[in-house]
DNA sequence: CTTGACTCTGACACCGTGTCAGGGCCGACC
DNA sequence: GGTCGGCCCTGACACGGTGTCAGAGTCAAG
């Protein structure tokens, strides 16, 4: 018979948690003594006890434990357990894993460049919109070439969505696909989201926009005219994590007035996936 | 200006963040409105949210991603943190690789067996003990050579401790180490712990045993004659978990008496290292 | 009997997040 | 102007595994 401080020295746990075992029935001692409340282990609880803890150290729940020590559960039931562990600790692992080499990456940027710039790229799950656009086609990528193209767009889609008696239900939102045949040119949708079903309703189209499982998204702010930088770090910030830009971006116009553009607030999203 | 529901679509985080991230101060909403007390972000606090969520992406607690948001750390201090977080990350994913060899090991075992068996092998750190001890010397490592030996051995070490009034002060101990120049033959330990300071004492000697960072443990039930299967089984998990025996094995008595040692407890420990 | 080491219970803390209850506010529609 | 659905408010509790503390009781050695 051991006294519990004695009992937890030879399994290695603390005094705690074996009056924590004893609380919620997973280890009880062989005898308590009525008087004092003193509890007393015998060595064969030692077995138990390793188990326990061998079953802990897989990362089982108390719970869990407690099941499968009672047999309160079969074989079966354990290696569901188990399965179910080992899938989180194979994406805890990749996770982690992603995480070093984001933090690897960012204590190389301190150490070139003596302080952190650009941290704000969050990769994140798009959900799907509905979006009423008008489209138009610019030269290039360039925002001097796009700017002279989406600005008219705006309040001619505005104006047709009154018509219709639609209302926007949120942001302003632009994206850009290549044209087919034409290496150059860019087809430039603009649009606000609603809620109204796709297809078209007037003089405007609804289109459904998918969901993105992932897309690494960078705030900007000020003029679209100065969007370049921003981007540059958006895409720097894809590579050096081990993405690829898969899709078309989206723009999101998150703070706009046309009396003060470089107050504007703009989300840049990039879908992205693991090459 | 949105309101709390947009704001958190926005940036994909809960309601409930950021009502936590403005009690605690990490980031406070723009505007409060005195009589309702609704909550008013500006999109351009997405750039802070922003900041913050890659921050603790990372891995950052919420107090440190507000010193570095608040500018109370350098770029020294944001340094330290990362390294620091990086090698907690190392750790873990070392620790959950190793979690995931095991689990594996365990559903194969599952598999091909239908069930668990032996699931008491526990990794421990042995704290260093002073041993008061004899010794002896066996043929070879059978329990059959070892017995005959090591019996006789105790009652004569407890005579010698009464007579230096010595008292044990723990459980007794036995280890055994090849001896040199004899392939087979062993030499035979018996001890058990005391507190006096090492060296000789009158008729028995009283030596320090070191700490092992690392050691395999099994408790064995039963008498020391059917010691094999357990230590088998032990030897068995070294070798599927990728350790390798290193040192010489100890056994602790955790429960013995002469007149029932078919119920005898006791504590196989076997030093390991990584190969 | 004294003393020091041990044990008892019960409570609080951590941390980040979810969820619930009970009540107030906003805006769209009639 | 009234009503209603959806949003927002605060405050609280919960999770899980463990540490730690306070205040009181107990054990065993000298």
């Known amino acids: 018979m051991f006294t519990i401080g004695d009992f937890a020295r030879l399994g290695r746990v603390s005094v705690r948690m074996l009056r924590h075992y004893d609380a919620i029935g ?4 062989a ?3 009525p008087r004092s409340g003193y509890r007393y282990y015998r060595a064969e609880q030692l077995r138990r006890l390793g188990q326990l ?3 802990k150290e897989l990362g089982l729940t108390l719970a869990q434990v407690r099941a499968v020590l009672d047999d309160t559960v079969d074989a079966v039931g354990l290696r569901g357990m188990l399965m179910l562990r080992r899938a989180q600790l194979q994406e805890q692992v990749a996770a982690d894993t992603a995480r070093l080499a984001v933090i690897t990456a960012r204590l190389r940027m301190i150490d070139s460049e003596g302080r952190m710039t650009s941290e704000n790229v969050v990769l994140k799950e798009l959900s799907p919109v509905r ?3 008008l489209t138009g086609i610019a030269r290039s990528y360039a925002p001097t070439d796009i700017s002279p193209v ?3 767009l705006y309040p001619e889609l505005i104006r047709r969505l009154e018509v219709v ?3 926007p239900s949120g942001p302003g939102l632009a994206w850009y696909e290549p044209v087919e045949g034409d290496d150059d040119a860019i087809l430039v949708h603009a649009g606000v989201t609603v809620d109204a079903d796709p297809g078209p309703t007037g003089d405007v189209a ?3 926009l998918p969901a993105v499982p992932a897309a690494a998204t960078i705030v900007h702010h000020g003029s679209m005219d100065e969007v370049e930088p921003t981007l540059l770090a ?3 910030w894809i590579e050096e994590n081990g993405w690829r830009a898969a899709g078309f971006a989206r723009e999101l116009y998150l703070d706009y007035s046309p009396e003060a553009p470089e107050k504007g607030v703009t989300e840049l999203q990039i879908p992205v996936v693991r090459p």
Chains 1, 2 share one sequence.
């Open 234 to 236: 958006l895409a720097a």
């Open 165 to 167: 008696q639609l209302r």
């Open 150 to 152: 989406i600005q008219p």
């Open 131 to 133: 979006v009423a656009e």
């Open 53 to 55: 803890l061998a079953l």
């Open 26 to 29: 997973l280890l009880r001692p």
């Open 31 to 33: 005898t308590v003594d």
């Open 206 to 208: 609804v289109v459904a």
